[in-house]
């Protein structure tokens, strides 16, 4: 009885922490490849330090409304451990997580979303030499029809997250921009939006010495190009194009996208690309992954969600950057169906011992020697 009780307990053990360690470590950071350095950006003579990045999306927490007290529970373990574990494994320099943080988030009470955000920095704390940053989401503050100044706002007290906001790390410039402040109809979030992303822009000019109204000065000390974060990913026609282990499934793939409503509108996209020229656009949203190419050489990453809850197998993007180059990976989390099937093996083979040692067993009778 009790080597069936310790096996339970290892196999507890295993499926909820062990494993988490086992599977993240065997993801590593990219290496930067010299013959994809930026030649237009100036070089240093000190040895650059990369940027060691990670990017998650649509964590959706769950509120008092959706989900099952269990189903919350077991969610909000997983997307913990993991993310715990990557701190300890691989120690990045910078975190992002690109909206969606929470599920009911548009909907929630003042009391609720202060929940809400103790839950969130006790699921995704960070060690102190590490930053964290957020993107809005339209589950945060609703869409663009539904947000609402004091929505808005609270969000961005909240989390400590504006809606254009330009991140300089050792001179790689990460710019994240809330994905419905891109409607273009000039409304209380829209306009501010594009002249904060104009004004980046311009920084970005000044830096080159492009602009013409720098006052020999610039917010940027040295250009190079932007890495682009928000929550919507650019335009596209549907995920038909992706081609991904954690892409769509194959019965929703075909299915048309909607402007401002699962990516950004076609004019807004252009415009960023236009405005900003990034080297890297990174996106969450569809719940699914896809990459594409954007003029050539402008990669585009929309990553799947980071619960269990919306992806069987949900990954995170690991990202190396200096001002001349960078390079990224995924790092797929553990596939719920194999802790399944582990905790079903697990409790069957426990049964089945037990059933044996516990049969009931027949007395041994001497055979009796005839006279």
Not at 141 to 161: D, V
Not at 314 to 343: D, Q
Request: one cysteine or more.
């Amino acid at each position: 009885m009790l080597n069936a009780v310790l096996g339970l307990i290892f196999t507890l053990f295993y499926c909820e922490y062990l494993i988490y360690y086992i599977v993240l470590a065997q993801c590593d950071w990219p290496a930067l490849d010299s013959r994809k350095e930026d030649l237009t950006v100036s070089q240093t003579e000190a040895t650059e330090k990369p940027v060691k990045a990670i990017f998650i999306a649509d964590t959706h927490l769950l509120g008092p409304r959706n989900g099952h007290w269990f189903d919350k529970l077991r969610r909000e373990w997983q997307m913990y451990r993991a993310f715990q574990t990557m701190m300890t494994i691989h120690r990045p320099d910078v975190v992002f997580i690109l909206g969606d943080v929470f599920d009911e988030g548009q909907w929630c009470s003042s009391t609720e979303f202060e929940s809400y955000i103790q839950r969130f920095h006790s699921l995704f704390y960070v060690p102190k030499n590490t930053y964290l940053y957020v993107v809005a989401g339209n589950h945060d503050i609703g869409f663009h029809y539904a947000i609402t100044p004091y929505r808005n706002q609270r969000f961005i007290n909240g989390l400590k997250s504006p809606n254009v906001r330009r991140v300089s790390i050792r001179d790689n410039h990460f710019t994240l921009i809330n994905s419905m402040a891109l409607e273009g109809d000039g409304c209380f979030l829209c306009r501010p939006t594009e002249i904060a992303v104009d004004k980046i822009a311009k920084d970005l000019k000044c830096a080159r010495k492009m602009g013409n109204d720098c006052n020999n000065a610039s917010a940027i000390s040295r250009y190079s190009r932007p890495i682009l974060l928000q929550h919507y990913p650019m335009y596209r026609e549907s995920d038909e194009i992706c081609n991904e282990l954690d892409q769509a499934p194959d019965d929703i793939k075909n299915i048309k996208f909607r402007e401002r409503w699962e990516c950004l509108s076609k004019e807004a996209s252009e415009q960023l690309l236009d405005i900003l020229n990034p080297r890297l656009i990174v996106a969450g949203h569809t719940h699914h992954g896809c990459r594409r190419i954007h003029r050539d050489d402008i990669l585009e990453f929309t990553i799947p969600s980071f619960s269990w809850r919306n992806k069987v197998n949900p990954s995170l993007l690991m990202g190396v950057f200096t001002p001349r180059n960078y390079a990224v990976s995924k790092c797929y989390m553990p596939v719920e169906s194999t802790v399944i099937i582990i905790y079903y093996v697990s409790l069957t083979c426990t049964m089945i011992y037990l059933i044996i040692k516990l049969r009931p067993r027949r007395p041994a009778y001497s055979r009796l020697k005839m006279p």
